[in-house]
């Protein structure tokens, strides 16, 4: 299995898989290249692209080099885009879609950017997220608390407490549990995005490639406002809504629209 070598010598794991431009997938909260959405992603964009999945630090089988910061993680992804050969476009999913404005805000390399449902709040459709988010995370961490970490974070999201005790009696709670530590890094990510106020105009200033901000017709209002919002902040940005898809996007039905975009000239 390969390996790029990030700026403070933290190993990133990575596949690469199919034949064409480069595409590097950023993944959301909890997610790697063997849980989550992205072994069915690399399936649907294989066809055109070399889909390029990693493991975002702490996460999967990568390293995890402390302190943490999210300029790591863009050297992270900068690393990658190295061993793809010093160019590729970047698809991010809600999180993964922050860090990969983020990156495209500070990366030359990166040709475009599409991103789909990245969770901010940015009007009174949905409650702010606390302020105490981050430092909660941290002693919760800290507590070696994981479980009640991924708990916090499923509440946190809209998860139904019933659907949550079902999880942790599944195989797949282990799975959550081992990489809970990660959640305190894509809050940092996220940052200001979930106080209820509009965008910051300069956050992504320094982001001069097209980007496709993207959501689902049936995801709350909160989450399309916020797509609405980053297309209309960025000059170089369009909004498309995908019908009949939630923050759980089908990747035969994500799969067109981003490959539209990423191969037009």
């Not at 983020?102 to 709040?121: G, M």
């Not at 995370?137 to 946190?156: H, K």
Request: proline share 7%; aromatic share 6%.
């Amino acid at each position: 299995m390969p390996f790029a070598t990030s700026a403070d010598g933290t190993r990133i794991a990575y596949t690469a898989t199919g034949s064409g431009p480069a595409l590097v997938l950023v993944d959301g909260a909890l997610c790697h290249r063997g849980f989550g959405p992205s072994p069915d992603l690399v399936k649907a964009f294989s066809s055109d692209f070399t889909v390029y999945a990693y493991d975002r630090r702490g996460r999967g089988e990568s390293g995890d080099t402390a302190p943490y910061s999210v300029d790591k993680e863009i050297d992270d992804i900068a690393a990658v885009i190295d061993a793809a050969g010093g160019a590729a476009a970047v698809l991010g999913l809600s999180s993964g879609g922050v860090l990969a404005l983020d990156a495209a805000n500070r990366l030359d390399s990166i040709t475009k950017a599409a991103v789909y449902e990245c969770p901010f709040i940015v009007d009174d459709t949905h409650a702010p997220r606390p302020a105490s988010l981050i430092e909660d995370m941290d002693a919760m961490i800290a507590q070696d608390r994981r479980g009640d970490a991924v708990t916090s974070f499923m509440r946190m999201v809209g998860t139904p407490g019933f659907a949550v005790m079902v999880m942790k009696l599944m195989p797949m709670w282990k799975k959550l549990k081992a990489v809970a530590p990660t959640l305190r890094y894509d809050y940092r990510v996220l940052g200001e995005t979930g106080s209820g106020k509009p965008l910051p105009q300069d956050r992504w200033a320094d982001a001069k490639q097209p980007v496709l901000a993207m959501d689902g017709g049936k995801s709350p209002d909160y989450l399309r406002n916020a797509m609405r919002m980053l297309a209309d902040t960025l000059p170089t940005a369009e909004h498309r809504t995908l019908p009949g898809q939630t923050h759980m996007v089908k990747p035969e039905i994500l799969s067109p629209v981003v490959t539209e975009f990423l191969l037009r000239d």
